[in-house]
């Protein structure tokens, strides 16, 4: 990948400096996938073909195989991602390439089409759905997580402004430094009680490098989308996709999923 940015593309390359330092695949991670894919259908990985979008280092397809998937193809742009991924996934059916979101070439082939935790940092969101659920079978699923905007306001308000002007232009081994304070002065919090939704109930698990990486990676991108329930939906019809469905993911972000028209096997 050349070393200019591509902005439309978000930030693939600051992510791939963070999963080139957080690369190993955690049991809390299952607990993470499990919730940020909840709007998907119990049992719709079972026997699935699935479409990775944005893979990082390859947690989320590792999880789909082990809840029953047959196969899988998982891509990104970056290739510290990549690399990560191919080692993650070497003993998997996952197959991982190099593809943009938006340049995704497969149509009509796979059972489920998932991204978790890119979507909102793309320029072109609405691009990039229509190419996964063009890359579906009829009556396939394209599922996605993202920030909500409900109960972040603070963050959109406050956090993204210094956010945009200061740390998505720093080097990244600057604000990877800086992310030492926040993380110290958020962990001191949640150990004294702070924090009463489901979401600080999950980062007081975290180990203190876990709740690094979250840090860091809220610190890195030049582009962040908090959404509200409206907007989650209006993105998937966007699409063309139909039966939405949306779950609330740890009281501040959206799992949203929705169907390809037509009949299975068409």
């Given amino acids: 990948m050349a070393d200019s940015p591509d902005i439309k593309s978000g930030s693939p390359e600051r992510f791939g400096y963070s999963w080139g330092i957080f690369s190993e695949i955690l049991p ?10 909840s709007a998907l259908p119990q049992g719709a990985w079972q026997g699935a073909a699935f479409l990775d979008v944005g893979c990082g280092m390859g947690r989320n397809s590792y999880w789909a195989v082990k809840a029953g998937a047959t196969s899988g193809r998982a891509i990104d742009v970056d290739e ?8 993650n996934l070497a003993e998997s059916p996952v197959q991982v390439d190099h593809e943009s979101a938006y340049d995704i070439s497969d149509e009509n082939r796979f059972d489920i089409a998932f991204s978790v935790g890119v979507i909102h940092h793309l320029e072109d969101p609405e691009l990039a759905l229509r190419r996964m659920a063009r890359a579906v079978k009829p009556g396939g699923r394209v599922m996605m997580w993202v920030y909500g905007y409900e109960n972040n306001e ?19 081994s600057v604000v ?21 939704l489901e979401y600080h109930d999950l980062l007081r698990a975290l180990s203190f490098r876990h709740l690094k990486a979250i840090v860091f990676d809220q610190m890195i991108p030049r582009i962040a989308h908090y959404y509200r329930r409206d907007e989650v939906e209006s993105l998937m019809q966007s699409a063309g996709l139909q039966d939405i ?3 609330w993911v740890n009281e501040m972000s959206w799992s949203a999923v929705g169907t390809k028209p037509g009949n299975p096997g068409s």
Avoid: C
Avoid at 28 to 37: I, K, P
Avoid at 154 to 172: S, T
Avoid at 178 to 184: E, G, Q
């Fill in 28 to 37: 809390v991670h299952e607990v993470q996938f499990q919730r940020w894919t």
């Fill in 80 to 87: 510290r991602s990549l690399a990560g991924a191919r080692v």
């Fill in 154 to 172: 603070w963050i959109v308000r406050w956090f993204n402004p210094l956010r945009r002007l200061l740390f998505a232009r720093l080097p990244l």
């Fill in 176 to 196: 990877f430094f800086l992310s030492f304070f926040p993380t110290a002065m958020l962990w001191t919090l949640l150990r004294l009680g702070w924090g009463r």
């Fill in 245 to 247: 469905s949306l779950e």
